[in-house]
């Protein structure tokens, strides 16, 4: 046998030794993982397997290829679809849907490059000025987004009064609108909002507070249209509206199963990777089992990654 002389063959024998171990399942996770994520805590995979075709509702992208507009206040370091790549391994999901980000403005030039990278598993929802003609909103449609976000809680570009006028000029294309609004912009507006010709998708459990939800007015305009069949939700970004913070976030448990329960073929799940808002990123493994447990049985768990996304993405 060959006598190991260096120090540097020996690290190199050793890893190659410990990687045919792991591989082999004779190491714990633990001590086999030995890549960090980005932007992303934890090394561990989700221990909860998925479904086949598990979509990742809400992502972002960003590319230094692409630069962001002035002043953007969720300007983020690179974030790419290589990268987003290693977070699908890890959680288990294959088919995802990138958003495009308040950084670009109403640029979707990035996320178009990340939906031709990221091929048919993918869709996008995009960002557009009020002057955006029909050959621009065909063209976008061509290359996979499905949707539009007026993200009004972080920047001006989409106003609510452009709401109603997109809706009509979307729906032929059976695209949806997506919000991100606070509680007194949403109660202001419900009346509009409730007449859409196009089905409403909200942000980030619709801010609906976790302390005594049910009561607050947004939880009944929420759900009505849940009911109704004439909205989503995504559950994402449970740090958002957490009071209790990570890694439980357990103050938001009852309000995620109680909408479930409520509208399971109205629900959506997405990681909010690379998590844009928070500076200590959490654990993407913890928040996909956290999900896993929110659904609590095998058919509702296929209901929100996989039916209810299909259904709404056009997959």
């Not at 990268?83 to 640029?107: C, E, F, H, L, W």
């Not at 989503?232 to 890694?247: D, F, R, W």
């Amino acid at each position: 046998m060959k006598t190991i002389q260096t120090r540097r063959d020996f690290l190199l024998h050793s890893g190659a030794m410990l990687a045919g171990l792991a591989s082999a399942g004779y190491l714990p996770t633990a001590m086999a993982a030995d890549e960090a994520f980005p932007h992303s805590s934890g090394r561990e995979r989700a221990s909860r397997s998925l479904p086949s075709n598990a979509c990742d509702s809400h992502m972002h992208i960003y590319d230094d290829r692409f630069a962001a507009v002035p002043g953007a206040r969720l300007a983020h370091a690179a974030a790419t679809v290589a990268m987003y790549r290693q977070i699908q391994k890890r959680n288990g999901t294959t088919r995802t849907v990138v958003v495009t980000p308040s950084a670009y403005g109403t640029d979707n030039s990035c996320t178009l490059d990340a939906l031709a990278q990221l091929g048919a598993d993918a869709r996008g929802v995009g960002v557009v000025a009020k002057e955006v003609t029909d050959e621009e909103l065909a063209r976008l449609d061509r290359a996979g987004i499905k949707g539009l976000r007026f993200n009004v809680a972080i920047t001006s570009v989409m106003t609510p009064e452009m709401i109603e006028p997109m809706a009509r000029r979307i729906a032929p294309l059976g695209w949806h609108l997506q919000l991100n609004m606070s509680n007194d912009d949403l109660l202001a507006n419900r009346d509009m909002l409730t007449k859409l010709p196009v089905p409403i998708v909200f942000d980030h459990f619709a801010k609906i507070p976790v302390q005594n939800s049910e009561s607050h007015p947004v939880f009944k305009f929420v759900t009505d249209l849940l009911a109704a069949k004439r909205a989503y939700i995504k559950l994402s970004g449970a740090y958002l509206v957490s009071k209790v913070g990570g890694p439980s976030y357990s103050d938001v448990t009852p309000l995620a199963r109680k909408l479930i329960d409520l509208a399971p073929t109205q629900v959506l799940w997405g990681s909010d990777w690379p998590h844009p808002t928070e500076k200590h990123k959490p654990d993407d493994a913890a928040l996909v089992d956290m999900m896993a447990s929110w659904a609590g049985s095998e058919e509702k768990l296929k209901a929100l990654l996989v039916d209810n996304p299909a259904r709404l993405y056009h997959f």
